[in-house]
T-cell receptor, first 111, second 112 residues
């Protein structure tokens, strides 16, 4: 069965510093991996995906993620955090069609 | 706005009442999904349609829940005899086959 883990409930970063939000997955076969962001009282917004190809995936708002097959990880990164990046981030796996989400990581970027 | 829309945005009901939610997907998307999200958790899959066919239902979808997509366009999710444990955000998403899902703003259900 598929599963996704986000080991950190919250990540705190100072504005301008790099950020990493961690995600690991478990799936039989090749994974389809996604990152979504959720702002308060709004739906989930798609950031980026990995299906196949380059292990480094670039997405919206300057975010990128690195697929690591040996570590079964798909960590979300950004070189320089903005206060406006503060939100709830979800990693998801979708190789079976429906998405299996992690519990989410709250990112807080302080000025 | 050509994104996914959901109505109503909020619904407060008394235990035992029936409620129905509507989702209008992005028009060219043939797949439509329903998820449920409770506080502090990621969304959990409920069911999905390809065109008008309901292809998969989660074990979370008890017999009090029913979903339809009669013409392969909008979908409805009905909950009969609501319970307090049904209180959650109900999310709808749509996609073209094999591509990323785009989510609506959700319907927040509160069962008193």
């Amino acid at each position: 069965a598929q599963s996704v883990a986000q080991p950190e409930d919250q990540v705190n970063v100072a504005e301008g510093n790099p950020l990493t939000v961690k995600c690991t997955y478990s799936v039989s076969g090749n994974p389809y991996l996604f990152w979504y962001v959720q702002y308060p009282n709004r739906g989930l917004q798609f950031l980026l995906k990995y299906i196949t190809g380059d292990n480094l995936v670039k997405g919206s708002y300057g975010f990128e993620a690195e697929f690591n097959k040996s570590q079964t990880s798909f960590h979300l990164k950004k070189p320089s955090a903005l206060v406006s990046d503060s939100a709830l981030y979800f990693c998801a796996e979708g190789s079976q069609g429906n998405l299996i989400f992690g519990k989410g990581t709250k990112l807080s970027v302080k000025p | 706005d050509t994104g996914v829309s959901q109505n109503p945005r909020h619904k407060i009901t008394k235990r035992g009442q029936n409620v129905t939610f509507r989702c209008d997907p992005i028009s060219e998307h043939n797949r439509l999904y329903w998820y449920r999200q409770t506080l502090g958790q990621g969304p959990e899959f409920l069911t999905y349609f390809q065109n008008e066919a309901q292809l998969e239902k989660s074990r979370l979808l008890s017999d009090r829940f029913s979903a339809e997509r009669p013409k392969g366009s909008f979908s409805t999710l009905e909950i009969q005899r609501t319970e307090q444990g049904d209180s959650a955000m109900y999310l709808c998403a749509s996609s073209s086959q094999g591509n990323e899902q785009f989510f609506g703003p959700g319907t927040r259900l509160t069962v008193l």
